[in-house]
């Protein structure tokens, strides 16, 4: 889970910077767009079931720390990302790449469904 919350960070960091070569390198708009598909492969595991974790393991010293990851990335991770691809959208709209725009509404929508699968679920316990 720390390592997830890890390389959410450093794509928060990332797409920060993509947005300065739109129109400039729209190729390496596009390599990190294509780079999120994978970050959000490795989120899927958030959407399991929290029955599926032992209780005795979340109400251990170390599940505190597996609910302050989640909770991080559900209430900020996952929301800035979003928020930062809209901004980014924004500003490959005027722009050539009309790849690059599909890319992002398509991962857009996906992250969207992501926060909304886990905003109606019950905190782990």
Known sequence: MKSLVDKYEETLSQAKIVAGYIGVNDNRVM??????????????????NPDKFSKKYLTSDLGRFVRAYYSYLKI???????????DLLKKLENST???????????????NQLLGTLRSREELP
């Open 31 to 48: 390599v990190f767009l294509k780079g999120l598909d994978k970050l959000l492969e490795e989120s899927v595991f958030l959407t399991l």
């Open 76 to 86: 900020i991770g996952i929301p800035y990302l979003i928020e930062l691809l809209e």
């Open 97 to 111: 790449c009309k790849d690059c725009v599909d890319k992002t509404r398509s991962l857009i929508t996906s992250f």
